[in-house]
């Protein structure tokens, strides 16, 4: 098994940054696709970029955040990232990452095997 806890949300601006990290625990980490979801007030959880175990040769993101977001993963610190650039008031949600044991990567949520609990960010206008 693994388990994940993210920590980096906030309360930011229209167009500030933020970066999201995952720690992960447990064993097989290398190995897995990590992702990141988020899910806004009353709906719906979403995808929002994915990573598979080779790095960032391998990426997938949503299209309401490719060219702001850019995930990213330290298999050595077992650690992946979400840096989010040109935040917008959309992007308020909790960001959940999640690991699949298939290390082909993949957008389902379904998908994912462990999920993490979650962190908080706020974008005001």
């Known amino acids: 098994q693994v388990q994940l806890v993210e920590s980096g949300g906030g309360l930011v601006q229209a167009g500030d940054s933020l970066r999201l990290s995952c720690a992960a625990s447990g064993r097989t980490f290398s190995r897995h696709t990590m992702g990141w979801f988020r899910q806004p007030p009353g709906k719906e959880r979403e995808f929002v970029a994915a990573?598979?175990?080779?790095?960032?040769?391998?990426?997938r993101y949503a299209d309401s955040v490719k060219g702001r977001f850019t995930i990213s993963r330290d298999n050595a610190k077992n650690t992946v990232y979400l840096q989010m650039n040109s935040l917008k008031p959309g992007d308020t949600a909790v960001y959940s990452c999640?690991?699949?044991?298939?290390?082909?990567?993949?957008?389902?949520?379904?998908?994912?095997?462990?999920w993490g609990q979650g962190t908080q960010v706020t974008v005001s206008s």
């Open positions: 999640a690991a699949r044991r298939d290390p082909l990567i993949t957008i389902a949520t379904g998908s994912y095997d462990y």
């Open positions: 990573i598979s175990w080779s790095g960032s040769r391998n990426t």
